[in-house]
C-alpha cells in the first residue's frame, strides 16, 4: 500500500514564497508519475503540477506557470513543489497524486494514490 504525506503548508503574504513536500513510502517511487492538485472551499480538486517518472517531462496548469516549478528526488522518495509569488487565489488544500504512468495525466481520476492534504492560506 502506497502512503504519500505532504508536508510545507502554512500562511505567507501574498508575494511570497512556500514549498511543499509529499513523501512516499510501501512503493517504489521511481515508478509513479507524480502531481499535485488543490481544492478551494466549494470548488473542485483541480490540477496544479505533474512530473513524471524520470524529471524529463512536467505539466503545469496556465495560472501558475512561471510562479511554481515542481520537482522530485527518487533518492529520498519525494516531490515538491515551490511556490513563489504566491496569490490570494492559490489558497487552499494542496494534495499529491501518485499514479503509474509515463506521461503524467492531469485528471484526477487518473491517479490511484492521493495524501491527505496540507494547507496554504495566502494573506493580501
Known amino acids: 500500500q502506497v502512503q504519500l504525506v505532504e508536508s510545507g503548508g502554512g500562511l505567507v503574504q501574498a508575494g511570497g514564497s512556500l514549498r511543499l513536500s509529499c513523501t512516499t513510502s510501501?512503493?517504489?517511487?521511481?515508478?509513479?508519475?507524480m502531481a499535485w492538485f488543490r481544492q478551494a472551499p466549494g470548488t473542485e480538486r483541480a490540477f496544479v503540477a505533474a512530473?513524471?517518472?524520470?524529471?524529463?517531462?512536467?505539466r503545469y496548469t496556465d495560472s501558475v506557470k512561471g510562479r511554481f516549478t515542481i520537482s522530485r528526488d527518487n533518492a529520498k522518495n519525494t516531490v515538491y513543489l515551490q511556490m513563489n509569488s504566491l496569490k490570494p487565489e492559490d489558497a487552499a488544500v494542496y494534495y499529491c497524486?501518485?499514479?503509474?504512468?509515463?506521461?503524467?495525466?492531469?485528471?484526477?481520476?487518473?491517479?490511484?494514490?492521493w495524501g491527505q492534504g496540507t494547507q496554504v492560506n495566502v494573506s493580501s
Open positions: 497524486a501518485a499514479g503509474g504512468y509515463v506521461v503524467p495525466p492531469v485528471r484526477p481520476s487518473a491517479y490511484d494514490y
Open positions: 510501501g512503493g517504489s517511487f521511481s515508478l509513479y508519475a
Open positions: 512530473i513524471s517518472r524520470n524529471s524529463i517531462d512536467t
